[in-house]
């Protein structure tokens, strides 16, 4: 009979102990359900607030400008800004901005970043090609594919009219493969041709600038040979010349004449040089 006692009361005990467990476990439930909803909502609003979103600008104008400046501006708008490129001009400053994207004036989110393009404080190094008997529209388009110039067309009476005759570089010749920096001019000497032409007077080139020396030889059909450089000169157009070769007089004054066609080699500086009208010898002065 105890025994029996014993174990009811245990039945009884369990069945208790299993309606509240039961209870519990489903309040635990919804009470996880509903933390879980609360920090997914939290989530959404805090990466709403992170991520500004909604918030958005027009991208402010920074091409044309200094890095350093383009940097602040961006900056001080809430963007973000990166060097992703750099090209070489040697026709605007160091540094400044040449591209930016997203474009000027482009609206998107703040915290965005600006990929900028900037121009190279150091220019490219280009190796010189042989140019030597190419004719004169197909040199300027290779020197111009790698980034040189054409500084001056030097003509010269040759079979070879409208060829390459020499490539130069402050009155000095190029080998092929000398380094240059991009954007160096380069001097091209072209075969003119030869005809037979009339005999004239040297003319007197002495206290002319190269640019008007030019001009007075092309009338005349006379042609520049070798120019040099007086370590002053930094723009060859307007330069003097100080010294010509032919001269247009002998030692004894009297005038020398040359054919059509044929070439003066001249001196340049960035002095012009002073005339005695009493003196009649280049060489005097």
Known sequence: MKNKFNFAFLKQKLTVFNSITSRSFWFNLLVAAVLSLLAILFFLWGLD????????????????????????????????????????????????????????????KVNRVIYLTVNKVVPPIIEMPN????????AKVILQALGLKIGHYIMKPDFARGSVLQQLKDGNEIKPGTELNMGSAVDLVIGAGIEERGEMFVPDLIGM???????????????????AFDPDVKDTATAYIYKQNPSAKDE????????????????????????????TNQNDY
Not at 131 to 138: M, V, W, Y
């Open 49 to 108: 607030f992170i991520t500004n979103h909604g918030e958005a600008k027009k991208v402010p104008v920074v091409k044309g400008k200094d890095i350093h400046e383009a940097i602040k501006i961006l900056e001080s708008e809430g963007f973000e800004a990166e060097v992703q490129d750099s090209v070489y001009y040697d026709s605007i400053p160091h540094l400044q901005v040449t591209r930016q994207l997203p474009e000027p004036g482009e609206l998107v």
């Open 131 to 138: 140019l030597i008997g190419q004719s004169e529209a197909g």
């Open 209 to 227: 600038t190269y640019g008007e020396a030019k001009s007075l030889l092309e009338q005349n059909d006379i042609f520049f040979g070798a120019i």
């Open 252 to 279: 004894e004054g009297a005038p020398l004449k040359m054919n059509s066609g044929q070439i003066i080699d001249v001196y340049l500086s960035k002095k012009r040089p002073i005339r005695d009208s009493v003196l």
